[in-house]
């Protein structure tokens, strides 16, 4: 910490960005650089905005806020521990959510798809019923239900700890009476429920992946991450059930990441599309209910 008796909040981002530097951090819950990192750990404990400029930029930090950053900045470097965890919030598709160790960070590019309604592919006036698997937080769901007003949304997850996270979050914006949290091993709790619109980020690492993940990674559940030596157990799964829980014009979409090559090379002849993001990301594909009665069923 800089020997000044006082500082700024601008002060404190620039020099905890040093620190994470220095430290060889890995960046990859919700920022991708030191500096955003270090701007999120202290606007969030400050209490200030995170997307405009702010007079109180060049204001003093009391002392006590500035010993609580110090802190916080020595435990994401000792333990390196995402700094959503130690602040109990991350931020997907503009919105914020409680989160801890019990679900990974949110970091999907579906926030892009979701902000879009899913076009060209979905008609947002006709989805009047979502799937959200592995809910985790919630995130997706709750992002998605503001997405489609007129929609009710099924949001499953195996995990007990991770439902209870995501039961936070749908309090937290009041959907109780358009989220439904449901425990499920994938489709096995819905029975012959049908959705317009099916979106699955399930766990995708692969052996490999697995074994040389930052540690950072390591604080996360690996329930939410490792799916077999190839990646694709669960998405198998999925792939071979999701046609019979779709609408006639309903879409499944999957986000496979690193597994997407493994995925083409399983099921050379199945005509994937492998959605764009002008923002980031991949590893994302889009397969009507007619192609996976086609090919799956």
């Avoid at 071979?240 to 979409?253: I, P, S, Y």
Wanted: aromatic share 10%.
């Amino acid at each position: 910490m800089p020997d000044q008796t006082v500082l700024t909040p601008r002060q404190l981002i620039e020099w905890a960005s040093r620190q994470f530097e220095n430290n060889d951090l890995y960046f990859g819950h919700g920022t991708d650089n030191a500096y955003d990192e270090a701007a999120f750990l202290v606007l969030h404990s400050l209490g200030l905005p995170f997307d405009e400029y702010d007079e109180s930029l060049d204001k003093p930090v009391q002392a006590d806020q500035k010993k609580q950053i110090l802190e916080l900045v020595n435990e994401r470097i000792s333990t390196r521990k995402p700094t959503a965890y130690l602040l109990g919030e991350a931020w997907f598709a503009g919105l914020p959510f409680y989160v801890n160790e019990h679900v990974l960070v949110p970091r999907s590019p579906f926030a892009e798809l979701i902000t879009e309604q899913f076009s060209p592919w979905c008609d947002a006036d006709k989805v009047k019923s979502i799937l959200d698997i592995g809910t985790g937080s919630g995130c997706i769901a709750i992002a998605s239900a503001f997405a489609f007003p007129e929609a009710t949304v099924d949001a499953i997850d195996i995990s007990n700890e991770a439902l209870l996270v995501a039961k936070k979050n749908v309090e937290r914006y009041e959907l109780q009476d358009r989220v439904a949290l449901i425990r499920s091993d994938l489709f096995h709790e819905l029975k012959d429920k049908k959705y317009d619109l099916i979106i699955a980020n399930p766990p995708y690492v692969d052996d490999e992946d697995m074994a040389v993940l930052p540690a950072e990674y390591k604080h996360e559940p690996a329930l939410g991450l490792y799916a077999g030596k190839d990646g694709l157990d669960i998405v198998r799964r999925i792939l071979n059930e999701a046609a019979d829980h779709l609408t006639e014009n309903g879409v499944l979409v999957v986000e496979v990441g690193n597994s997407q090559h493994a995925l083409s090379e399983h099921y050379p002849e199945v005509p994937f599309m492998w959605l764009e993001f002008e923002h980031g990301g991949e590893g994302v594909f889009l397969l009507t209910r007619d192609e996976l009665q086609r090919w799956f069923s």
